[in-house]
């Protein structure tokens, strides 16, 4: 039994917002609200039961997002999938499943707004101040990005890559990233080095390895280490 005067809380009427979220056809202004609206639903601590209790269909509901014919409704869903993932701790095993099993799926046409979803799940849960409950998973969605690099092309770079490197690039997460993340330099510096890359290509990555100065920092040997792999690729 509740204490007298205790306040029960609501659960949130999902279906009326992802239908609202998802109407196509409604104006845009609206959506976008709706989409505001959900996303304070599921950053609200006292709704996380009801948000765990329905993680899997809303995960399911917000892909559909990734899908959308406007391109500003298709960036709120990394943005409102990366607040439920957040929702979601401290188990994370069905995103992280979701996230790898749509990344295999869709590499070739969704590769940068998969790289957004990692992005905004791990700044949601620097916010919610909890990120030891990601690390056993960094592994997992270094490689996921790994995988997505090969499909990017180059606006993709600054517009989705470079924001998740930063992220990476935190004290939170260097520690776990500094074993993996010279093969994602390796490729980053191949990719430069390529003759048929332009010459924007080249100054993009070096803009993007100067923003992992957390890593720089936790490991002088590191830099040594990107030097041998840029003489050998060249």
């Given at each position: 039994m509740q204490p007298?005067?205790?306040?029960?809380t609501r659960p949130p009427d999902f279906n009326s917002l992802i239908n609202g979220l998802l109407a196509a056809d409604a104006p845009l202004q609206r959506r976008l609200q709706i989409a505001s609206s959900l996303r304070n639903v599921l950053c609200a601590p006292e709704h996380a039961p009801f948000v765990q209790q329905?993680?899997?269909?809303?995960?399911n509901?917000?892909?559909q997002l990734l899908y959308d014919r406007s391109e500003q409704m298709r960036r709120q869903g990394p943005v409102l999938i990366g607040a439920l993932a957040a929702a979601m701790r401290p188990n994370l095993h069905l995103f992280i499943s979701w996230l790898l099993y749509t990344a295999q799926c869709a590499a070739q046409t969704m590769g940068p707004l998969i790289l957004l979803v990692i992005h905004e799940a791990l700044e949601a849960l620097v916010l919610a101040r909890d990120t030891p409950c990601v690390l056993p998973y960094l592994p997992d969605l270094l490689g996921?990005?790994?995988?997505l690099l090969e499909g990017l092309d180059e606006p993709?770079?600054?517009?989705?890559?470079?924001?998740?490197l930063v992220t990476f690039s935190r004290a939170e997460f260097a520690q776990a990233l500094l074993p993996h993340v010279s093969e994602v330099?390796?490729?980053l510096l191949g990719w430069?080095?390529?003759?048929s890359s332009p010459p924007t290509v080249a100054a993009k990555v070096g803009s993007i390895l100067s923003k992992l100065d957390g890593v720089w920092r936790l490991c002088p040997e590191f830099p040594l280490?990107?030097?041998r792999q840029l003489v050998s690729n060249m």
């Open positions: 007298p005067g205790a306040q029960t329905d993680s899997s269909q809303l995960l509901a917000l892909e996921c990005m790994q995988t993709a770079l600054t517009a989705a890559l470079l924001p998740l330099v390796d490729v430069s080095l390529e003759a280490n990107v030097c």
